[in-house]
């Protein structure tokens, strides 16, 4: 079983929708939780950290379940600029900061 | 905010060549780098952590002799791939978070694009 999984998508999102996803993660004991999305062809950027209460930032909304161990990403008022691939990644406790990462989630708007 | 530079960007190299990629941090310290490779479509594949002032660690499965790690300061990692072949060519991304701070997030660098002709 991989430590972070995800949905591959695409998830093929009409101009201005809603789309959300999510991911599972295996380790128990991991401490801080965080989405980026990469490019095609480009490095992962930071989207937003995910907190235990949730969060949001401005149109993307995370949410974080540690019983069930997922954390999830909506995405509100989707733009053209929002297709991307989305990287859950966690990062587990006392792994030295080695991160685990999905393999993304890739989200497709059209027009 | 953070920010992690890399270079080159590109590199397209006849096969028998080492090829070198530095990764620095601009505006903080960073005692811990990490390098990772990713073929396409395929997720970030952690090969090493790169440790200021000591021995990288190496993932299971990575040669230390073929991809050398030297991390001499605390804003500088480097990355050789020695006598580099085209199953080498890839992308290779480096990544760092604050020194000391913990659960802060990482920052990639902008990634190298190694062809291995």
């Known amino acids: 079983r991989k430590e972070v999984e995800q949905d591959p998508g695409p998830f093929n999102v009409p101009e201005g929708a809603t789309v959300a996803f999510n991911c599972t993660y295996s380790?128990?004991?991991?401490?801080?939780f965080f989405w980026y999305r990469q490019d095609c062809r480009k490095e992962p950027k930071l989207l937003m950290s995910?907190?235990?209460s949730g969060n949001e930032d401005g149109r993307f909304t995370a949410q974080l379940n540690r019983a069930s161990q997922y954390i999830s990403l909506l995405i509100r008022d989707s733009k053209l600029s929002d297709s991307a691939t989305y990287l859950c990644v966690v990062l587990p406790t006392d792994s030295w900061g080695k991160l685990q990462f999905g393999a993304g989630t890739q989200v497709v708007v059209t027009p | 905010g953070a920010v992690v530079s890399q270079h080159p960007s590109r590199v397209i190299c006849k096969s028998g060549t080492s090829v070198k990629i530095e990764c620095r941090s601009l505006d903080f310290q960073a005692t811990t780098m990490f390098w990772y490779r990713q073929f396409p479509k395929q997720s970030l594949m952690l090969m090493a952590t790169s440790n200021e002032g000591s021995k990288a660690t190496y993932e299971q499965g990575v040669e230390k002799d073929k991809f050398l790690i030297n991390h001499a300061s605390l804003t500088l990692s480097t990355l050789t791939v020695t006598s580099a072949h085209p199953e080498d060519s890839s992308f290779y991304i480096c990544?760092?978070?604050?020194?000391?701070?913990?659960?802060?997030?990482?920052?990639f660098g902008d990634g190298t694009r190694l062809s291995i002709l």
């Open positions: 380790n128990s004991a991991s401490q801080s």
């Open positions: 990544s760092a978070s604050r020194t000391g701070v913990d659960g802060q997030p990482q920052h």
């Open positions: 995910v907190y235990s």
